[in-house]
Structures are given as structure tokens and as C-alpha cells.
């Protein structure tokens, strides 16, 4: 049901808006760390305030696990406590998967299945090992209704070292989106896209442009909107002619926007954060209509 459910949000909040929560201690609030005390307890907190104000104003959230583990057991518990509330409130979640540097990617399988431990709808991980670390997530896309999220084109500044390498007669990223396409082919779900997923980047429209051309029935979700690079108008691109097909995640942009304020004393943040959104919602309105 996942992907169906990302796609009825998106398609009545007329917003493809996946909040991430990922952020860096100079982007939160100073009155959360002066009366926290601690980074980690700060960002539990603002985490949690800001699930409760963006209920209703964006289709889904995103966790990275990485992050939360480095705050030790702690951590991974607020993480289940943020996933379990998230879900409450009606959100999409998605969650960024430990990194798989082995074939034995069993473990992490799990997070799809073990819905009592981290309950998301959706994960999202790299395939550049190869299909290893597509294989073992398979059967939770298919018999247990969960998504799997590949990154194909990453966001960040060094992507095309490697991912715009050519490989043949094709880059390497198109390699990555042959591999979505093979798995994700037997598992197309009521909306018509398969719940094996692409990701791409804001910053490189020749990626989702021939992604979007290329496989008509794969789910694509556009990253990278926090970087100098990335624009709605490349964004745009993701997207089918009925404006569905795709999902947008945003992290600082929206989430630190309250430095951009007068006085910018980020007691507002949560305000400025849904004034933000509907901002990057009439962006995105120029290039696309969501029907």
C-alpha cells in the first residue's frame, strides 16, 4: 500500500513535499540548544515540534538512522518514538538505510519487515556495491507492501566523479536505474509505479529528464533542493504530465528558513518552516499542475 499512500497524500495536498529532518547544529534554533543544553537532546526536540506543526502541511518526513545511531541507544529509541508519532499523525516515512558496504545486507532488510522496531513506509539506500544491495529488500517490497528508495544520481558536490563516469556506452547512474527497473518491474502497485523507487538529484535535470522519459512507471524522488544547484524548475522534471510520479524531499531550506527572518531569533522556526513550504509549493505551481 506505501507508494499508493504517498500518492493519494501528494495528489490531495496538491504538495510532493517530503520534509527531511536532517540538519546541522548551526541550523537549529538557539533557544532549543540553550535550554536543551546538549546537541542531540535539541534536535530530539526539534524534531518532534516540528512533526506536530507540519501535520497536514506536507505528504511525508524523512530520518536518517545513521543519524540517530551516532547518538547511541538513545538516539535509536527517539528515532522509533519519531517514526511511531509520525505515523500517527498521517505521514509517509522514509528512512535512510545504514550503509551497505557488504553483500550481507540481511540485517538491514529487516528495517522494511520489523514494522514493532522502526516502523517506515519506505527505505532508502544505495545499489553501488550492485544488486546485493537491492536483492534482500525485495520480498518486503513485494509481499509486504514497503517501498525501497535507490539512489541513483546522489546530490551531493562529488557525484559526478563516479555517477557521470561512462561505462560503455552509458554512464554509470543510467547502470543504477537499469538496476531499479529490473527489480521494480513485477512490482507495480494501484497508483502504476512500481514500489522500488529512483532517487536523483535537484541539481542534475539531465538525470531525472531521461529517468522520467526513460521509465514511465518508476517512482522517482528528487534530492538535493538544499543545494545551490538544485531548483524547482529542474524538479519539475520528475514528473509525469498529471504532475504525479515523484516526491520532493527539502531539508534546511524549509527547516532552517527562519535565519532568513527578521531578527531571526528562530523562536518561530516551526511558522516559518509551513510559510516556507507554501512558498516552494507556488514555485513549483510555474512549472507543474498537480491534478
Known sequence: MAIDFL???????????ILDMSITSDLLPPHLLEQEGSFDKAYFRFCRELLEAMAGVVPGVRF????????????????????????????????DGPQILSPWAADRASLLLRSDEYPCDGLLISPYIGSDSIKPFVPACKDGGK??????????????????????????QAAAAELVNRFGEPIF???GYSR????????????????RAQYKHIFLLVDGLDYPSGNMKNCSLAFDRLGYGAAISAGPTITACWKDTEGASGEDYTQCAVAAVERMKKNLSRYISIL
Open 64 to 95: 536518517s538512522f545513521d543519524t540517530f545511531a551516532l547518538f547511541g541507544a538513545e538516539g535509536l529509541s527517539q528515532l522509533k518514538a519519531l517514526l511511531k508519532r509520525a505515523g500517527e499523525l498521517g505521514y509517509y516515512r522514509l528512512l
Open 147 to 172: 517501498d525501497l528508495f535507490v539512489v541513483v544520481r546522489s546530490a551531493n558536490k562529488s557525484a559526478p566523479d563516479l555517477q557521470d563516469l561512462l561505462a560503455g556506452r552509458r554512464q554509470v
Open 196 to 211: 522500488i523507487c529512483a532517487v536523483s538529484s535537484a541539481g542534475a535535470p539531465d538525470s531525472l529528464r531521461n529517468l
Open 189 to 191: 502497485t494501484k497508483c
Open 7 to 17: 500518492h493519494e497524500k501528494i495528489r490531495k495536498m496538491k504538495n510532493p513535499l
